[in-house]
C-alpha cells in the first residue's frame, strides 16, 4: 500500500504534535518544506519560533512565513518531489480572526488546495474541544471554528494522527482494532 500524501497531526498543547510531524515530512526522502502560520506577537511566542527552527537545524528545510494566505501558499509549495509540513492550523485560524477574514471561506479555499497538491502534506492542528466551554464569546467562537476547521481538513486527508502524551494513535484510515461495537 502507497503510504499517504496528506496527513492531518492533532493534539494539545505540548502533546508532541510537531515534533512528529516534523519527523514525518523529515522521513519521507523528499524535498522538505515548512509552511508557517505563526507570528512572532510577543516574545513567549518567539521564542517558541526560535525553538522550532532549532529542532529543525539545518535538516534542509526551506522555510516558507504565510500568516494569512495558507491555501495559496500551500498551492505555490507542495510539489511532486516535495513534502510540506504546515504548522499550524490553529495559528492560522487565530491569524484569520484577528484580520476578520471570512473563516469558512478561508476553510473552502484550504479543502479545495489540499485536494490539488503534489507531493506529500503534513498538517499540524490543536485540538481544543476537550476541555471546558470557554467562559468567554471569542473563546467560545475559537473553539467552535477550529473543531470545524479540524472536521473539514480531516475529511480532505488520507491520514489522522492523534497525538497524546508524545504517543501517535491513528485515527483514519479506520483500522479493524478501533472499532467497538455493541
Known amino acids: 500500500m502507497a503510504s499517504p500524501r496528506r496527513v492531518l497531526v492533532l493534539g494539545g498543547q505540548r502533546s508532541g504534535k510537531s515534533r512528529y510531524a516534523e519527523q514525518l515530512v523529515a522521513a519521507s526522502g523528499r524535498r522538505l518544506v515548512y509552511l508557517a502560520t505563526a507570528t512572532p506577537g510577543d516574545g513567549e511566542m518567539a521564542a517558541r ?9 539545518d535538516g534542509g528545510w526551506q522555510t516558507i512565513e504565510e500568516p494569512l494566505d495558507l491555501p495559496g501558499a500551500l498551492a ?16 492560522w485560524l487565530t491569524n484569520l480572526m484577528g484580520a476578520g477574514r471570512d473563516v469558512e471561506g478561508e476553510t473552502g479555499r484550504l479543502v479545495a488546495a489540499l485536494a490539488n497538491v503534489a507531493g506529500a502534506v503534513a498538517i499540524v492542528s490543536n485540538e481544543v474541544g476537550s ?35 508524545g ?3 491513528v485515527l ?8 467497538v461495537t455493541l
Do not use: F, S
Not at 49 to 57: K, L, M, N, S, T
Not at 135 to 160: H, K, P
Open 49 to 57: 519560533i526560535a525553538a522550532h527552527r532549532a529542532r529543525r537545524g
Open 76 to 91: 505555490g509549495a507542495a510539489k511532486a518531489d516535495g513534502a510540506v509540513l504546515v504548522d499550524c492550523l490553529t495559528l
Open 131 to 165: 476541555g471546558i466551554i470557554p467562559a468567554n464569546d471569542l473563546a467560545r467562537r475559537y473553539a467552535d471554528a477550529l473543531g470545524t476547521l479540524n472536521q473539514r481538513v480531516a475529511e480532505a486527508v488520507d491520514t489522522v494522527v492523534l497525538i497524546a502524551a
Open 167 to 169: 504517543m501517535p494513535l
Open 172 to 179: 483514519k484510515p479506520r483500522q479493524k482494532q478501533n472499532e
